[in-house]
């Protein structure tokens, strides 16, 4: 069954950025939290809640439609996988994500996108992500 | 640097407002953290001047693996203590360690004094001493909050930015004025607010985006995933994130070791009003987690206060932790969490550090009592238990609203030495007692210890688990427990993973981000650490052979029964001549 | 004989607060111990016996010095079980 990366219970969050952390080694061999694709941050300093900026695998992906390289192709259950060599870094589905999710890396100057592997899921330790069937 | 063969030292001259940086292949053998802090402050200290001149370095550290696994969260800062007159060490969570690690700084060196009120915005590709003249003076939620909107990179900073920031207690030569970091964590003890605020440094930020890739991703993966499993699915860090460090309480009021009204007592009578779970029932509201640690033991606690008629009501949020309620619960005699929360409040609205100003209160209310001072020199009438007088003088205390308070805000060796009553002033060579009175183990850990802290060398843990009391037995295990404590100081290992990171695990995990090393060498390591300590001790003056214990500490039971005031400086005089041997052994230092 | 149980420790009892012990079949501490792990695992009993150190009080007193695990017990002695103190 295809699956789908949601955050409904970031009020636990604790801020520990471990999702970030693993999102980055496991999927671009990297330590820093600037090739993460999934984002936590405050709303406003440590007092205030944290939200997590993943992507919400939408099943008409606004990023997908304004590429006009066709870099970004249809994921099976939602979302978009990326096809790197068609890439050539215009920036335009990190504006047109509706929810911010695309994270630009200016590294490699390609988007890194989230493919939904769940791995932040997996190392949450407050079960704040979830990877839901659809 | 993670993954080079150097360490990255940013070296600042707030005068000048110029850096420069070195690549120093030398300090690979300190490891990093606590041990390249405590060679950089050698370095740079200026025995000759006092510890608030412009010439001496402030000085911060991330470890060898800070951030890359868990629970190596911390970063040091290292400096000359207005409080002692001697070695500063302190350590502190939240996101600092990432964000140095980030931005791609093994060490900061700050010396000189600004010319004007200032803060540091650090990142990756900018240092710049900045103008802090609207903040100054500013308490510490409010200049939080100013900094992040003045320090906005790249759009937000998507938690990749730290700031570390002082109230007015640092600015107002407050000798133990804190640090705060990111809100709810703190470099608490020893006056680096102080520090700070003599250099006319309101704040530091950091904003780190480098890219760091990772070494040796297979061996790297398979080690981080081991440890992620150790820290969350086994019980060793359990009790941290469930009522937290507040779970003390309980065993030290119930063993007699819970420092009580100034240390009149060993317990307290109002202890489970108190204790882990009281707060954790009536005032927890959420639970946080340093960046890099999945444990989650920032336990924040919530109360309604009613500030005026009419159902007006505000929300008051701080993090507890066992010590805050050691120094402004039991210790003042104060009975009530909301209370205790409002006068952690207090503390950490002016940047104080809550243990030294609890200790202070509880000297200041019993000399009061007995005719030292009057009310002339306290101005409110300072008795055990009455939550708002304390709540004032620690106002009072913040800004020296008289000479009393000016002198009781250079800690209380200082006051009591001007006032009388030393004999229950509770501080070990300057420095305010921890919550632990358990017996020769905390009492001389703190004497001998290198920032005369309970986690210098675990003191209290030895009282606990030594079957039988044996005077050299326990001196060893103090001295070697403390060279130990360097070596995982310099990872920076958050302690409470200590039973985590063994030897194994420690010599595995630096072996997979490329740093190759035995375990005679993770001794080595600590040796020379602490070697270097005792130096900077000796060049600042301190003499461990000549601390001087309060009476109190002999004439009040610790859990393990009264201590003898004889066999204190017996330990005293033979830990001591460990450490002059240690000083004199001929080593490899360049 | 009462049993109490403080902070972590009753993670390992579900929860319960306290438990009634018959004297007679605990004549030490080491064979409580071992009653209780009936009830409440081999973990429990762990915890107690190697590894942790926890503190143990008998009517209010360190086991330490009544023989640790062989302190005798009898009947109306309250027997506290409490987690070793860290730090904070």
């Given amino acids: ?134 | 640097m993670l993954n080079e063969k150097f360490i990255r030292v940013l070296y600042i001259d707030l005068e000048t407002e110029k850096i420069r940086i070195e690549q120093r292949e030398d300090l690979l053998k300190y490891l990093g953290g606590v041990g390249v802090a405590s060679k950089l402050l050698l370095e740079n200290i200026k025995s000759d001047c006092k510890p608030m001149d412009a010439e001496q370095p402030i000085v911060f550290a991330i470890g060898a693996g800070t951030y890359v696994f868990p629970v190596l969260t911390k970063t040091v800062a290292m400096f000359v203590s207005p409080l002692t007159g001697e070695l500063g060490e302190s350590y502190a969570g939240a996101r600092m360690g990432m964000t140095m690690l980030m931005a791609g700084y093994d060490a900061l060196v700050i010396t000189g004094k600004a010319k004007k009120h200032s803060y540091l915005s650090i990142s990756t590709n900018n240092v710049t001493v900045k103008d802090a003249r609207a903040i100054w003076g500013l308490n510490v939620s409010e200049v939080g909050q100013y900094i992040r909107e003045k320090e906005r990179h790249a759009g937000h900073a998507d938690g990749k930015r730290s700031i570390v920031y002082i109230g007015p207690s640092g600015e107002n030569g407050v000798s133990f004025a804190c640090a705060t970091v990111d809100t709810y964590r703190h470099f608490g003890r020893m006056g680096l607010g102080v520090c700070m605020g003599s250099k006319n440094l309101k704040a530091i930020s950091i904003y780190g985006n480098r890219s760091i890739p990772i070494l040796n991703h297979k061996k790297y993966i398979k080690l981080y995933q081991e440890l992620y499993k150790k820290c969350t699915a086994t019980e060793y860090m359990a009790k941290y994130h469930d009522a937290g460090t507040p779970e003390n309480i309980m065993p030290l009021n119930k063993s007699g070791g819970l420092p009580t009204r100034n240390m009149r007592s060993g317990s307290f009578e109002e202890a489970g009003r108190i204790c882990g779970e009281s707060f954790a029932q009536k005032n927890l509201v959420r639970k946080m987690s340093c960046t890099g640690c999945p444990v989650g033991c920032i336990h924040i606690g919530m109360y309604r206060r009613e500030f005026d008629k009419g159902h007006e009501y505000e929300a008051i949020s701080v993090s507890y932790d066992y010590e805050l309620i050691f120094a402004l619960g039991t210790f003042l005699g104060v009975a009530n969490t909301d209370a205790i929360i409002s006068l952690i409040h207090e503390v950490e609205e002016l940047g104080l550090d809550a243990m030294s100003t609890g200790v202070c209160l509880g000297w200041a209310t019993e000399a009061l009592e007995k005719g030292y001072i009057t009310e002339a020199e306290t101005l409110v009438k300072l008795r055990f238990g009455k939550a708002e007088e304390y709540r004032k003088a620690i106002e009072y205390l913040a800004t020296g609203t008289n000479s009393f308070y000016q002198a009781l805000g250079k800690g209380s060796r200082h006051a009591s030495s001007i006032y009388g009553g030393e004999d229950f002033a509770m501080h070990v060579a300057g420095n305010e007692m921890a919550g632990y009175h358990t017996g020769y183990g905390s009492l001389i850990g703190a004497a001998v210890g290198a920032r005369h802290s309970h986690l210098d060398n675990g003191g209290y843990s030895f009282d606990q688990s030594m079957e039988e009391f044996d005077e050299d037995k326990l001196v060893d295990m103090i001295f070697a427990e403390e060279c130990e404590r360097c070596m995982t100081n310099s990872l920076i290992m958050c302690l409470f993973a200590r039973k985590i990171y063994d030897r194994q695990t420690i010599l595995d995990a630096l072996d997979s981000i490329g740093f190759e090393l035995t375990n005679e060498e993770l001794t080595e390591i600590g040796r020379r650490v602490y070697k270097t300590k005792l130096q900077i001790k000796k060049a600042l003056g301190f003499q461990q052979k000549g601390v001087k214990l309060p009476k109190r500490f002999f004439e009040t039971p610790s859990m393990n029964g009264m201590l003898d005031e004889a066999v204190a400086k017996s330990m005293i005089r033979k830990y001591a001549a460990k450490s002059d041997l240690l000083l004199a052994e001929n080593s490899d230092e360049s | 004989m009462k049993v109490k149980f403080y902070g972590s420790a009753l993670k390992y009892t579900g929860g319960m607060v306290s438990v009634n012990m018959d004297p007679k079949c605990c004549p030490d501490l080491h064979a409580l111990i071992n009653e209780l792990a009936k009830s409440f695992g081999e973990d429990f009993k762990q915890l107690i016996l190697g590894g942790e150190t926890w503190l143990v009080l008998v009517n209010a007193a360190s086991v330490k010095a009544t023989g640790g695990l062989n302190t005798k017990l009898k009947q109306g002695d309250i027997i506290e079980v409490l987690p070793i103190i860290g730090a904070g």
């Fill in chain 1, 1 to 134: 069954m295809p699956k789908i990366l949601r955050s409904k219970e970031m009020k636990k969050c604790l801020g520990c950025f471990t999702c970030m952390l693993v999102c980055a080694s496991f999927n671009q061999k990297n330590h820093s939290l600037i090739k993460s694709a999934i984002r936590v941050r405050t709303t406003g300093g440590m007092s205030s809640n944290f939200v997590a900026i993943v992507c919400l695998g939408c099943s008409k992906p606004a990023c997908m439609e304004v590429c006009p390289s066709n870099a970004l192709v249809l994921r099976d259950g939602g979302g978009v996988l990326l096809k790197a060599d068609k890439c050539i870094g215009c920036r335009q589905c990190e504006e047109a994500c509706i929810v911010n999710a695309v994270n630009f890396d200016e590294e490699t100057q390609t988007p890194i996108i989230c493919h939904h592997c769940g791995i932040c899921t997996r190392y949450c330790p407050h079960d704040c992500l979830q990877l839901i069937d659809v």
